[in-house]
């Protein structure tokens, strides 16, 4: 079965403080993932994508994710927070269908607090 | 330009009245969803659209209905609001509905029925 687990619902840092949100998935193939990222109030955003090659991708602020098979995982990390990354994360899985239509796997989210 | 815009952005509605949720995109993406996100929860898909093929989840299936007059906007139309409807009321679009492209997501419609 298809799942996505991210172990922390809740992470604290500090501004200026490196990152990471952990997130584990269960696929037997070779899955696409996103980061989703929703700011207080408003709607769900990409962040990031991995489909295939480099293991380690980039995506806007900042924020890069590193794919692993090996370990089923897709952490994302950034090297200096601000208060304005406040905001639940969301890991997501797409088990694409081509031909057909797929569904997202939805992590529970990991509510990041940085503090001034 | 990715935008998904719906409208509107809060409504509130009275228990067994009914509810209607508008979302457009101009990217001429094929598929478009409705999801349903309550406070420390995932998002929920109810229901997309792919072309003029409407897909209803199971669990769901009789408390939501949409349509899709034209391929830029989507409704999503509850017939009777009950308490357990006040949630997020996410709108989003892909190129295609086979999971190989990401999807963009509207600013959401904050629903609370009283």
């Known amino acids: 079965a298809q799942s996505v687990t991210q172990p922390d619902a809740r992470v604290t840092v500090s501004e200026g403080a490196s990152l990471q949100l952990r997130c584990k998935y269960s696929?037997?193939?070779?899955?696409?993932l996103f980061w989703y990222v929703q700011y207080p109030r408003q709607g769900l955003q990409l962040l990031l994508k991995?489909?295939?090659?480099d293991p380690v991708v980039q995506g806007v602020n900042g924020f890069e994710a590193e794919f692993s098979k090996s370990n089923s995982s897709f952490h994302l990390r950034k090297a200096s927070v601000h208060w304005s990354d406040s905001a639940v994360y969301f890991c997501?899985?797409?088990?694409?269908?081509?031909?057909?239509?797929?569904?997202?796997?939805w992590g529970l989210g990991t509510s990041l607090v940085v503090n001034p | 330009d990715t935008t998904v815009k719906q409208n509107p952005r809060y409504k509130l509605a009275r228990v067994g009245k009914p509810v209607n949720l508008i979302c457009s995109q101009t990217?001429?993406?094929?598929?478009m969803y409705w999801y349903q996100k309550k406070p420390n929860q995932a998002p929920k898909l109810l229901l997309f659209?792919?072309?003029?093929?409407?897909?209803r989840e199971a669990d769901t299936f009789e408390k939501f209905q949409s349509s899709r007059p034209n391929n830029s906007f989507c409704s999503l139309y509850i017939g009777s609001a009950g308490l357990e409807y006040s949630a997020m009321y996410l709108c989003?679009?892909?190129?295609?509905?086979?999971?190989?492209?990401?999807?963009?997501f509207g600013p959401g419609t904050r629903l609370t029925v009283l």
């Open positions: 991995y489909y295939s090659g």
């Open positions: 659209y792919y072309d003029k093929i409407l897909n």
């Open positions: 696929y037997s193939g070779t899955p696409y």
């Open positions: 989003a679009s892909s190129r295609d509905g086979t999971g190989v492209y990401e999807q963009y």
């Open positions: 990217m001429n993406h094929d598929t």
């Open positions: 997501v899985l797409s088990a694409p269908n081509v031909g057909d239509n797929s569904k997202l796997i």
